[in-house]
């Protein structure tokens, strides 16, 4: 598999730690914004403020190798394909949000569940 | 970005070329099964039948550096993050099907619209 990522842009949030992250996104969340890279501003043509987008993102430092875990609510353990834990053998990240705006290659968003910073992968109509 | 994708498994269809593919995952398609490496069996813990997943799979052999696009379906040109395109930066794959049944690490599912042999990336609970 011809697997290499390449990074789009950058997810900026008001996370700084981990421990602030919230679990889910949250329609009602703060402002965020996706950062594309000046290379890939083409690629938002078309697309408008009010349509939901399937954001793909990458979960950096995480444990890819824990095939079985106890679910950050509580409640017994699972395997990771039963869980949305980051930790997992591939962090991607699939959040749907809502486009509030477009402007420069950046996209308003509100309540991504992230680290300010996170790479972004892939926007997709949702 | 640490970003090395590991293959957890394959995804076999009826489709041998990419004619044969369908544009969508189809409720009502095919039998296919999402075929799992034995290292990450003990990660479909929790996971049953009548649940709807979000699969991400790998599209190979692509163009990854095609901003603009004429959808497959015709109209005008539109930026690959408006679309759902295969050819795009990072060609990860993103449809949400229903499990069908699990043994032995392969979960049968119905109307996947890859070729057989797919690389399988990551499932998630939908």
């Given at each position: 598999?011809?697997?290499?990522?390449k990074?789009?842009?950058?997810?900026?949030?008001?996370?700084?730690?981990?421990?602030?992250?919230?679990?889910?996104?949250?329609?009602?969340?703060?402002?965020?914004?996706?950062?594309?890279?000046?290379?890939?501003?083409?690629?938002?043509?078309?697309?408008?403020?009010?349509?939901?987008?399937?954001?793909?993102?990458?979960?950096?430092?995480?444990?890819?190798?824990?095939?079985?875990?106890?679910?950050?609510?509580?409640?017994?353990?699972?395997?990771?394909?039963?869980?949305?834990?980051?930790?997992?053998?591939?962090?991607?990240?699939?959040?749907?949000?809502?486009?509030?705006?477009?402007?420069?290659?950046?996209?308003?968003?509100?309540?991504?569940d992230?680290?300010?910073?996170?790479?972004?992968?892939?926007?997709?109509?949702?």
């Open positions: 598999m011809a697997g290499e990522l990074t789009i842009g950058k997810i900026r949030t008001p996370y700084r730690s981990v421990a602030e992250c919230p679990s889910h996104v949250d329609p009602q969340g703060p402002p965020c914004r996706l950062v594309l890279d000046e290379a890939f501003h083409d690629g938002l043509k078309g697309l408008s403020p009010g349509q939901d987008i399937l954001v793909l993102y990458w979960f950096e430092n995480v444990d890819r190798d824990n095939m079985v875990q106890t679910p950050r609510r509580g409640g017994s353990k699972r395997g990771v394909f039963a869980l949305r834990s980051p930790h997992r053998p591939n962090p991607i990240a699939a959040s749907v949000v809502r486009v509030e705006s477009i402007e420069n290659g950046q996209l308003a968003v509100r309540g991504m992230c680290l300010d910073g996170t790479p972004l992968l892939d926007i997709k109509p949702a």
